[in-house]
């Protein structure tokens, strides 16, 4: 049976590199460059003033704001654009997306800013398997995905929530958040630190064979 297939982007299907290296080495590196500190002192008062803000906050997730807070006389694009040899897929995120895309529709559900969505998008070649790309930040307001995300995606795709079938890596908002919401959901245990149940997966290549068949 066709069903939708929803990816989360980063931890999932592209590592952490690239996004860790425009908040935590560019924006400090052109800080220190702009205010004359050092690497370590400008890294000290960029990382304070996000701790500040939170992860509840839209702000966290909006390069715009950093920028103007920061008193940054760069282009939000610039900054994307230097760190952008950082970008890559997990190895076998190629030949699953290819798999499942020849069964099955595919979606992205970020909470990525749709900056850094459409950036890693441009990069990567993999944009032509999905139909959708939503970010929660962006697109409905929410700095986590939680269980309203997925009803609001699942609305807006038109389709019954029985028909979507979730993956990420993060435990809380791609893994419990869509299971309360009534939507089959596997959590993406990279590291193997979780228990092994059943909807805990440990790379794509595992979840492609854990759904083989639906």
Known sequence: MKRIISFDLDGTLVTTEYV???????????????HALSFEEA??????????IGPEALEWYNIHYWLEK?????????????????VATYPEVPEVLEALGTRHTLIIIS?????????????????KHFSAIFSSVSDFGKTKKEKSVYEMVCERMGIEKSAM???????????????????????LDRDGTHADEDHVVRNLKDFEKRITGL
Request: with cysteine.
């Open 165 to 187: 079938i979730h993956v990420g890596d993060n435990y809380l908002f791609d893994y419990v958040a869509p299971r309360e919401a009534r939507i089959e959901a596997y959590y």
């Open 70 to 86: 920061f008193d940054l006389d760069i282009a939000w694009n610039d900054v994307l654009e230097s760190c952008i040899d950082r």
């Open 43 to 52: 890294r000290n008062i960029v990382e304070r003033e996000y701790l500040k």
């Open 111 to 127: 909470n990525a800013a749709r900056e850094f969505i459409q950036k890693e998008m441009e990069v990567l070649d993999i944009g």
């Open 20 to 34: 860790d290296a425009v908040w935590l080495e560019r924006i400090p590196e052109i800080y220190a460059e702009t």
